[in-house]
Each structure stands twice: as structure tokens, then as C-alpha cells.
């Protein structure tokens, strides 16, 4: 049986690590035999690091990094005496004559391990293959007790192979967009999916004025992983977001938000001069539990910056993403724990960490920003119904644009707020328009003075109609800016010739 690469013995409490190497070997059994003994590891691990490089810019790219993936099999075995390196383990090693060197305490069965080099680290079979897990012995007192607290680590390396994971697992988006718009693209990002709160995106458009010249940078993660049966049960984060900023900076100037507008931790490292923050919960996007690929998304997470001239004055900004994925290994390896009587243990706790280094090109990213310019339009002494809806397609429709409608709430006089989204391409990229038709309807009263003096009152009914558009093109809004003008001529045009009569 193969012995370890490393074998630590370090003093828990304070203490200076002492050390015991031991060559590999293939075969036979650790130095002066080894016995059986009742004792269980306090952690087994098995973690696999990955490395990729993105840069994102007006040509993206993504590709593996210079650092090769790599595997870690730790193993920790305290000789406490009482819960790990029992007094049952301390009794088996000591009815042995002459004492042995190590003791069998259980081993760790593999499969899968196709995609790595376990076969000649741990000499395994094809298809599967076990490792013992030896500890060598300690100087026990006579109550069977280590009096130091030691603790015996064992740590085997092992490499997966280079095409052990087929697509680049992680995607780091960033966008641009304007901070007082931030909670309305939230809301008109999620209108583009099935289910959509009509009436969180309406309240935002009709309070939604920009003014303010603050930055705001939006940060999100994207995880696909090979499909495999479990992969519901997973719940990897985002453990780390770095990105090194250009001067240093106050965290009242810069600040962490959510989708929502509430504040986070953010906090800024003096060492990498970096912005920093971390435990991002990602979730399996609907849909994507399926097929060869499931794709995991984290939350957006707004980085507000009330001073954007230091980056007016940057070509680029690096940083580092980190994704930590818990009880799944990216090769497919799998691994079982059982203790020295053969019986199956409690499982290894499987660990994939995926780092991925970024470089933002700013010029680009200023170029892709997203502008959101509104216009809140107001027809007077025009009814609210079903037929100026009728109207507002027709318009949109004319000019290229492609038309879905959801219903909002109703009032007491049976009109349904409407919410359209219209969408057309615009050379490489679409041009989105959004926009919340609201109005009322009332009755008006009306004099007409007859000849002789006599004045006849009559009521009819009118209304007002309001439209808040909003709009979204990456780049400059110049020619979005175009079309909702042009919009809102014919509009007032057409609605000019169906004011209520007097």
C-alpha cells in the first residue's frame, strides 16, 4: 500500500510544528509494519484548483491560465485520546509486540478518476482503487493520552488531466449603467423573464428621473458545471470579488449595494490595494438542470462610485473572481470513507475552488454603458382604453419594432394599465423600449349659451392619458434618443384629432 507524500505532526495549541516526512513508496506497509486501530479522521478533503484568465473588453476573451489545475487529498487524525485517536485505538496499537510504526485507521475508496493521475499517485487500478490511511504511532502516557496535542496531517497531490473540464466553467459580467437607473434595470432586466412583477417594473418607470453623475459598475457570475444527477443539491458561491483599484480610496466614496439598494459589506485591502468583497450565494438558473450543462448565476452585486474621475484617468482595471463549489470535484472523481472495521464513514467533504483572473478594458466598457433615457409624455382630454393601446402598437409596429403587452392593475372605471415592451435590432446590438401607458377617465361638464340668454349644462366623459417610455441601447443613446422623439411627434399627432369633444 502506498505510503503518503507528507506526514505532519503538529502541536495544536501555539506550539511549533514538528514534522515527519516519508518518502512514497508502492507496496508493502509503512516502517516496521502496521497494526489495525479503532481511530477516525477529524476531516478528509479532496479539493481541485482551477485557474482561467477573461478579459473583458469590445472582444472578450476567456482561456486557461498559466497555472496547471491541481488536486489535494488532506487527511487530519488528532491523537486526542477520546474522539478521533481513541483509547479503543490506543488499546489495539498497544497489544501489538514489538509496537508498529503506523496504523491502518480506515481508507478512501475511488472512482472515476479517469480524468486525473490518482492511478500512478496511488498505484489504482483503471476504474477504481482504494488508499489506506495510515498514521504513524505517538508516545502515549500511561492513561493513553498524548500529552502535546498532536495532530497528524497527511496530504497526497495528484493533478487532473488538462481537458478534465471541457467548456471554461466560470463568466464574470460587468456592466456599466447609471446609479439612478439602477433599480430600474434590475427591474426591466427581469421583465425579460417569464413571470414578471408588472407592477415593480411600472412603479419604477414612474419615478425614475436621471440626474446624478455617479458610476455604478454591476458585477455578476456566471457557473456552468457537467450536468451530473446531483447537481440540484449543489450551492456554490462567489467567495471572493477583488478588484484592484487605481488609487486609494475612502469606502465612503465607494460603495457595495444589491439589486434592491441595500448596502453591503465592502471592504478595501491595503496590501493588493483592492476592493473586496466575498459569499455571494449562486442559484441554478430554471431551465438549466438539464442537458450537458447546468449554469449557475450569482446575484448582482452595484458597485456605486461617487468619485469616477480616477477612472476616467485608467486603460484597465485587474481583479480576481473566486467560486467555490462544495460536495462536487470538476474531473468527476468521487470518493468513499470507510474506518478500520470496513464500515462506510462519513463522506469526504469534496471541494472545487475556480479562480479566475480578470482585466477590464475601461475604454470599451464606457463605450458599452448603457444609458437609460426616459420621457414621461402627457395627453390631455384623451380617454384611457383598449383602442389608444390599439394606437400606441401601431406606432411601434410601423417603425420596425417588435411588440409584447402585459396587463397591470385595474381601476373602478374598468381600465387595465398596460405595460409593452418593444424591442428591434440596431446594427449588432437591440434597442429595447419599455412603456407604462396610465391614465384616468372622469366626467367634465359643458356650457353652451343659446341665442336669447339661455345656457344649457351638459356632463360627458373624458380622461387623460399618461405614456412613461423608457429606453435602452448599449453606447450611446444618441440614436435611441432619435426614435423615442419620433415616437412621442406622432403620438401627440394622432391623439391631437381624438380629443373629447366640448
Excluded at 509486540?97 to 493521475?117: C, E, Q, W
Excluded at 468583497?277 to 458597485?303: C, I, Q
Excluded at 390599439?390 to 381600465?415: C, K, N
Excluded at 380622461?463 to 453606447?475: I, N, S, Y
Aim: with cysteine; proline share 5%; aromatic share 6%.
Amino acid at each position: 500500500m502506498p505510503i503518503p507524500r507528507r506526514i505532519e505532526q503538529a502541536r495544536d495549541a501555539g506550539g511549533a510544528k514538528l514534522r515527519q516526512v516519508f518518502s512514497t513508496r508502492r507496496g508493502g506497509g509503512a516502517p516496521g509494519g502496521a497494526a489495525f486501530a479503532r481511530a477516525s479522521a477529524d476531516e478528509v478533503t479532496l479539493t481541485e484548483e482551477y485557474r482561467y484568465h477573461q478579459e473583458i473588453s469590445s472582444n472578450d476573451r476567456r482561456e486557461t491560465g498559466d497555472v496547471p489545475p491541481s488536486g489535494t487529498i488532506r487527511v487530519t487524525v488528532p491523537y486526542d485520546g477520546h474522539k478521533y485517536f481513541t483509547r479503543a485505538a490506543v488499546a489495539d496499537v498497544s497489544g501489538h509486540d514489538p509496537r508498529p510504526a503506523a496504523a491502518v485507521i480506515g481508507h478512501l475508496s475511488f472512482a472515476d478518476h479517469h480524468k486525473t493521475d490518482l492511478s500512478e499517485v496511488l498505484d489504482l487500478s483503471e476504474g477504481y482503487g482504494s488508499m489506506a490511511v495510515e498514521v504513524p504511532i505517538a508516545e502515549f502516557d500511561e492513561a493513553g493520552m498524548v500529552t502535546d496535542g498532536r495532530t497528524c496531517v497527511i496530504e497526497h497531490e495528484y493533478r487532473p488531466a488538462e481537458n478534465a473540464v471541457r467548456v471554461l466553467p466560470v463568466s464574470v459580467l460587468v456592466d456599466l449603467v447609471d446609479p439612478d437607473g439602477a433599480n430600474l434595470h434590475e427591474a426591466l432586466r427581469t421583465a425579460l423573464d417569464p413571470g414578471t412583477q408588472v407592477e415593480q417594473v411600472a412603479d419604477e418607470l414612474t419615478k425614475y428621473v436621471s440626474f446624478r453623475s455617479y458610476l455604478l459598475l454591476s458585477v455578476q457570475v456566471v457557473l456552468h458545471l457537467p450536468n451530473r444527477r446531483y447537481i440540484r443539491g449543489l450551492h456554490p458561491k462567489v467567495s471572493l470579488v477583488s478588484l484592484r483599484w487605481p488609487t486609494i480610496t475612502s469606502l465612503s466614496e465607494v460603495t457595495l449595494q444589491n439589486g434592491r439598494g441595500d448596502q453591503l459589506t465592502l471592504k478595501y485591502n491595503p496590501s493588493s490595494r483592492s476592493l473586496e468583497w466575498s459569499n455571494v450565494p449562486m442559484a441554478l438558473v430554471d431551465g438549466h438542470g438539464v442537458g450537458d450543462t447546468a449554469e449557475f448565476r450569482s446575484e448582482k452585486r452595484y458597485l456605486l462610485i461617487r468619485q469616477p474621475g480616477e477612472l476616467y484617468q485608467q486603460d484597465a482595471i485587474d481583479g480576481t473572481v473566486c467560486v467555490e463549489v462544495n460536495g462536487y470535484l470538476l474531473s468527476g472523481l468521487r470518493a468513499r470513507r470507510f474506518d478500520a472495521l470496513g464500515t462506510q464513514a462519513e463522506q469526504p467533504k469534496l471541494v472545487s475552488r475556480i479562480t479566475t483572473d480578470l482585466h477590464l478594458v475601461l475604454d470599451d466598457a464606457f463605450a458599452r454603458r448603457e444609458m437609460l433615457p426616459c420621457q414621461h409624455l402627457h395627453f390631455d382630454e384623451v380617454i384611457p382604453d383598449n383602442m389608444r393601446i390599439a394606437d400606441i402598437r401601431a406606432v411601434l409596429e410601423t417603425r420596425g419594432f417588435q411588440v409584447e403587452e402585459w396587463p397591470s392593475r385595474q381601476d373602478g372605471g374598468g381600465w387595465h394599465r398596460r405595460l409593452l415592451r418593444a424591442s428591434r435590432q440596431a446594427g449588432p446590438d437591440t434597442m429595447w423600449l419599455w412603456l407604462l401607458v396610465d391614465g384616468r377617465r372622469f366626467e367634465t361638464t359643458r356650457e353652451k349659451q343659446q341665442p336669447g340668454g339661455q345656457t344649457f349644462t351638459s356632463t360627458f366623459e373624458s380622461g387623460e392619458l399618461k405614456v412613461f417610455m423608457c429606453g435602452a441601447l448599449p453606447g450611446t443613446s444618441r440614436d435611441l434618443t432619435l426614435v423615442m422623439n419620433a415616437l412621442h411627434l406622432t403620438l401627440r399627432e394622432r391623439f391631437e384629432r381624438l380629443k373629447a369633444r366640448r
